[in-house]
């Protein structure tokens, strides 16, 4: 493009977020045509799409290294600085980030363009401030327009991981760091979206929308961030403050700290910056006086640009080589280091058969294009030469072109969406190499074709990096919960969802799961996250507690369950789910109702409900199996009773039921034939041995008297004897006095049910009253396996001992010995001789 002399050129200076390239953009677009040069090609992608939208898809193109949208009436054009088409002609032309001339890489490039490459109405360079004495020394005639800051940037000090605000962007300078911070956020936080150089735009452009879009609050990136890639962040945190730059480790300069930390804070919101708390230890720290330059935008202005010739002599290899390493002679400019492109090209001069063929200008030209093929791998001088090598022997021999089949093999061993990240950025950068290519319509036969499969690759690859990121650094149902706690309403944008088996979702992302009214952590959250998931359920699921609370109230009878599981608490079920226990009451037949504390966050309205619909239930039901307990409980109660049956009855039911005849014998003694019939109407069986209610030995009246003595003494429920039994071994210690408190009578190595034990005693009896044959219920004891030693114990504890002979038992009546009436022996019996004991 030829210098237009007297077009306006204005440099644009100032620190970042002051709208620079926005400002660029909007000259452009109001030109009949314009063309910006971008320092990345994410960059370029990022404004492109921005002005599609204001001028459409077939007016605007991109050209970049590896993507071409070239439309045939396209008139504004965004492009890298390298791929900028010098030789068209456009009404506006503008440089971004010029300041990049100084880069030891890149920096002739810009320098070129900023020197040369001109619009026919009005140019802009558009830079840091401290480019401002470069543009005096070598543009002197463009005027020099300041930007100020649209917002502050302050600094914040040292920042803990864990303690980083929402929206903050974390700057590493190596791949293993970013990945690193990314995967502590993803614990601490809920994720990160990753943003480096080394992704293609559609990858980059999925994490920065989903950064964009609120699904995470972290972005962490390289320094590619300072290149004017715009997004919603409000505080930098630098992992360092030193980068490898090809050649050594060295720390920032303030400028690119500046570049950085401007990310922060966009238009009219201030931003701030600092360095991040690693384990306890600071990644790095800032200088007073770096501190002091970038919150006041003051940074040592540049004194030199490095240049390269940008038209060199395609005369011959040599030639190319020595116009390439020539030295400017302007001030201000300084010979550039060695790029990559001139090291291969160097290279290859060493090789007899690349200099023989590059015989012809035409042909030196084409070398030099082929070195320019950038090393997207990294791959190093000595391969990427080689491959060089090979691009430019097709383009010298046969057709001049490289075989498609050829170019298609490269790109078919590249298209594999298998991998890890690493593996999957790397075929991306390969696929990179061929785009290049494709893109050079004079190097292939099909090049459209060629760019075309190139894209499709880079973009099933791009796909896969994308989801393989997400999947490594993101925890999306973390990231929602945190969303939805920072909102701090329970009506928060993600909908609470149960479905029909309990499971619990705040969006799409499963919680846990809800039984009743007790929620359970999703198993397969990490221990850290369990805190969180709780305090969401607390938060969220109140409503849903409120109506299960109704639910309740309403329900049947046949809908609530008494837990009598040995060894755990005494408690009430609602269709199969904890909602109360039951503790020491007024009385043993009313305890206590304990709500279980996950129902102490209902409403009192509805804790209310809830508590009297229990205990209706737990009414209900002692009546229904203790109910002769109940009455009689009601009864000692009475004052028209006589006191002697109150005391019994009182005794009674404060034993559930069963109570040793000699722990009741003074009053029991006291009684006339009128109050035992008092007695005796309310149920009580008054036993040889025992008092009791029939009734209260029923299988499920004892589980209630069982279930109800554990809870008025604070303990545990203990292991029921199985149903409907009414012999047990003896056992010993505590189980025995529970076990008699239920009804069993101790006869030795045996325990007896006290109505078996008053049925074999009136036996006894009516056989020395003449009434029966045998003193002993042969056929009773035999069906209930009573062993000998027991039936001697309790015909002992009846008033019976053995005869003289040991055959036959004797009534230990006060009669004289002689009127003892020996009641003949049974069957039973005849084991017992030998076995006689003190009685």
């Known amino acids: 493009m030829s210098d237009f002399a007297r077009a306006p050129l204005a440099a644009i200076l100032g620190p970042t977020n002051t709208g620079k390239t926005h400002l660029a953009v909007e000259r452009m677009c109001a030109h009949s045509s314009g063309m910006i040069g971008f320092p990345l090609r994410l960059l370029a992608r990022e404004v492109y799409d921005r002005v599609v939208k204001i001028k459409g898809a077939n007016q605007v193109a991109l050209i970049t290294g590896e993507e071409k949208i070239l439309p045939k009436d396209a008139r504004w054009f965004l492009c890298t600085a390298e791929s900028m088409p010098v030789d068209r002609d456009f009404a506006f032309v503008a440089l971004d980030e010029a300041q990049l001339g100084i880069d030891p890489e890149r920096g002739h490039v810009f320098t070129d363009r900023m020197l040369h490459v001109r619009g026919r109405e ?27 800051r649209f917002s502050t940037l302050s600094y914040a000090g040292p920042t803990k991981l864990s303690r980083l605000p929402p929206r903050s962007a974390i700057v590493a300078f190596s791949a293993e760091q970013v990945y690193a911070v990314a995967e502590m956020l993803r614990r601490m936080r809920g994720g990160a979206a990753v943003v480096m150089g080394a992704l293609s735009p559609r990858t980059r452009n999925a994490q920065v929308a989903m950064y964009q879009a609120g699904e995470v609050d972290y972005l962490v990136a390289t320094d590619a961030i300072g290149m004017g890639l715009n997004m919603d962040v409000s505080h930098v945190a630098f992992a360092g403050l030193s980068k490898f730059d090809g050649k050594r480790r060295r720390r920032l300069s303030t400028a690119e700290m500046a570049q950085i930390a401007g990310r922060a804070g966009r238009h009219q919101r201030d931003g701030t910056f600092g360095v991040l708390t690693l384990e306890g230890e600071l990644s790095a720290e800032f200088r007073p006086e770096e501190i002091e330059a970038i919150e006041e935008h003051r940074f040592a202005p540049l004194e030199f640009l490095y240049w390269r010739e940008g038209d060199p002599d395609f005369s011959s290899v040599a030639a190319l080589i020595r116009s390439l390493e020539r030295r400017p002679d302007r001030p201000g400019l300084r010979a550039a280091p060695e790029a990559i492109d001139l090291a291969v090209l160097k290279r290859l001069a060493e090789d007899g058969e690349t200099p023989a063929r590059a015989n012809s200008p035409a042909r030196v030209q084409r070398l030099w294009a082929a070195c320019g093929l950038p090393d997207f791998r990294k791959t190093g001088v000595d391969p990427h030469a080689r491959l060089v090598a090979r691009i430019f022997a097709y383009l010298t021999e046969g057709s001049g072109r490289i075989p498609n089949g050829w170019c298609a093999e490269q790109v078919a061993r590249l298209d594999n969406v298998q991998g890890d990240i690493d593996t999957l950025a790397d075929r991306i950068a390969g ?30 690859l791009s796909d896969a990096l994308h989801e393989r990121l997400t999947q490594r650094f993101v925890d999306r149902r973390t990231s929602v919960l945190m969303r939805d706690l920072a909102s701090g309403s329970a009506a ?28 359970e952590v999703d198993p397969s959250a990490r221990h850290a996250d369990r805190k969180m998931l709780l305090a969401t359920a607390e938060r969220r699921l109140g409503g849903e507690y409120e ?5 309740l109230v309403a329900d049947t009878d046949l809908n609530f369950t008494l837990r009598t599981e040995a060894q755990q608490p005494v408690a009430i079920l609602w269709r199969g789910h904890e909602v109360a226990r039951l503790g020491p009451g007024k009385n043993l037949l009313s305890p206590r109702l304990l709500l279980d504390k ?13 508590i009297e619909r229990l205990q209706i239930w737990v009414r209900t039901q002692v009546e229904r199996a203790l109910g002769p307990l109940r009455a009689a409980g009601a009864a000692a109660r009475d004052p028209a009773m006589p006191a002697g049956v109150r005391s019994i009855l009182a005794m009674i039911v404060d034993e559930g039921g069963v109570i040793a005849r000699s722990e009741v014998a003074a009053p029991l003694a006291g009684l006339d034939p009128r109050q035992r019939k008092m007695l005796t109407s309310l149920r009580v069986r008054i036993g040889a041995l025992d008092l009791f209610l029939p009734d209260a030995l029923k299988p499920e009246a004892l589980r209630w008297r069982t279930a109800l003595r554990a809870a008025a003494a604070g303990a545990l429920m203990p292991a029921l004897p199985p149903p409907a039994s009414v012999v047990l071994a003896a056992p010993q210690g505590d189980e025995r006095d529970f076990l008699t408190k239920l009804g069993f009578r101790m006869l030795g190595p045996q325990m007896l049910r006290v109505d078996l034990v008053e049925r074999l005693a009136r036996h006894a009896h009516q056989a020395r009253a003449g009434k029966q044959t045998e003193v002993v219920n042969t056929a009773l004891v035999t069906s209930l396996g009573l062993h000998p030693q027991a039936i001697a114990r309790l015909m002992r504890d009846i008033g019976f001992r053995p005869a003289a002979n040991d055959i036959g038992w004797i009534w230990k009546g006060r009669a004289p010995r002689r009127q003892e009436r020996e009641v003949a022996p049974s069957h039973a019996f005849a084991a017992l001789a030998g076995l006689r004991r003190n009685g």
């Open 122 to 148: 009005e140019t802009m360079i558009l830079g840091s401030e401290s480019l401002a004495p470069m543009v005096r020394t070598l543009l002197p005639k463009a005027e020099i327009v300041g930007r100020p």
């Open 431 to 460: 696929v990179r190499t061929w785009a290049y290519i494709a893109h050079r319509a004079d190097w292939l036969s099909d090049p459209a074709a060629m760019a075309e499969r190139t894209r499709e690759v880079e973009e099933r």
């Open 492 to 519: 928060a944008d993600f909908p609470v969802i149960i479905d029909e088996q309990g499971e619990v979702s705040v969006g799409s992302y499963a919680i846990g799961s809800l039984r009743g009214f007790h929620f």
């Open 547 to 551: 109506k299960r609370a109704a639910a």
């Open 598 to 610: 996950r129902l102490l966050s209902l409403s009192e309205r509805g804790r209310d409900a809830v």
